[in-house]
């Protein structure tokens, strides 16, 4: 059984290995749903919009689900030496990527290592933050999907959402990523069981002339800020969240060993243009 709903600004598609299980998937697509709905940037009202316009003054109660993604952004920013950095929310602001809700009138603005955690559901920020929870918070949201399948009785299948894709139980999916230079034309680099990928590039945003939204968070100013990457990065690992986040970190660094893929048990595959 498969079936598809646009969700996360792509379309996400859940495909269980069994006739029966429509309750569950329906279930699973209203986790991704209600992880788009606490950790959405364009929706002022979400909870990260929230803690971008309240945490630098007040400490701001969080759900479960979004103190789990912070955390896991905190730790992937401290093995990383800070390529991973969701405090560039700004920076995508700024180049019209993504909507602006607050007026940045304080321009020491700070990042994920910035917020601090009161309580496991409570936190505070020492500074103005704009974070941007793009680069993690799907992988986590497919992660999240996954979980209820399982929980649901679902034995095997995969969740994949726009390219950030995890496969449970005894399903082999098979794995193709679009070519660098030819987005319609797909490279099938073998197949993935029991694991996640997710893949960072710029084929669309080069072909509509806009700027990079893979942003350099060591960058301080000019054209090094938004990365202008070359081929395309992907990441195998055990859960999505860290596939996804861990991306950015390849993009930036241009190299398949870094330290923090093994801190991860992280695969990484660069396919160059």
């Known amino acids: 059984m498969i079936r598809c709903k646009p969700l996360l600004g792509t379309f996400v598609e859940i495909s269980i290995d069994q006739d029966v299980g429509q309750e569950a998937i329906d279930n699973a697509f209203a986790a991704i749903q209600n992880v788009h709905d606490l950790m959405g940037f364009h929706n002022p009202q979400s909870e990260l919009s929230q803690i971008n316009q309240r945490a630098h003054s007040e400490a701001v109660e969080i759900h479960p689900w979004t103190a789990q993604v912070i955390q896991i952004a905190k730790e992937v920013h401290i093995e990383s030496d800070g390529l991973f950095n969701c405090g560039i929310g700004y920076r995508l602001v700024a180049a019209g990527l993504l909507p602006q809700h607050i007026t940045f009138t304080n321009h020491d603005l700070g990042g994920i290592e910035d917020i601090h955690f009161l309580a496991p559901d409570l936190i505070l920020s020492d500074r103005p933050v704009c974070l941007d929870l793009g680069g993690i918070a799907k992988g986590f949201a497919v992660d999240m999907a996954v979980r209820v399948l399982i929980s649901e009785g679902i034995t095997s299948g995969s969740v994949n959402a726009g390219g950030d894709m995890r496969v449970f139980g005894s399903t082999s999916f098979p794995i193709q990523i679009r070519h660098p230079e030819i987005p319609e034309g797909l490279i099938e680099v ?84």
């Open 190 to 273: 073998g197949s993935l069981k029991d694991g996640a990928i997710a893949t960072s590039s710029l084929y669309f945003a080069k072909r509509d002339n806009q700027k990079s939204h893979i942003i350099n968070p060591l960058a301080q100013h000019g054209s090094e800020v938004h990365a202008e990457i070359s081929g395309s990065f992907s990441i195998l690992a055990k859960e999505c969240v860290y596939a996804d986040a861990l991306t950015k970190v390849l993009a930036l660094s241009n190299n398949e060993h870094h330290p923090c893929f093994s801190r991860f048990s992280a695969k990484a595959l660069r396919i160059t243009a």
